[in-house]
């Protein structure tokens, strides 16, 4: 993956998907190393984090 050095690996997908963020600016790339980038600041980061954390716990409590 291309990631850039400074740029924080929020998560990696063993196929090779990633998940990174940099300068307010999340990166998604493919295993083809396509990317998409996504400006997002520090209220959008939080509201995010908590929705995942939702979307996890529920996925969890449904036994996904």
Do not use: W
Not at 12 to 33: E, S
Not at 49 to 55: Q, S, W
């Amino acid at each position: 993956m291309n990631i850039k050095t400074d740029a924080t690996l929020v998560y990696q997908h063993p196929d090779g998907f990633t998940l990174a963020f940099n300068d307010n600016v999340l990166t998604a790339t493919d295993d083809n190393d396509n990317a998409v980038h996504i400006p997002i600041g520090s209220t959008g980061l939080i509201a995010l984090g908590e929705l995942l954390t939702a979307v996890g716990k529920n996925r969890e409590f449904h036994g996904c």
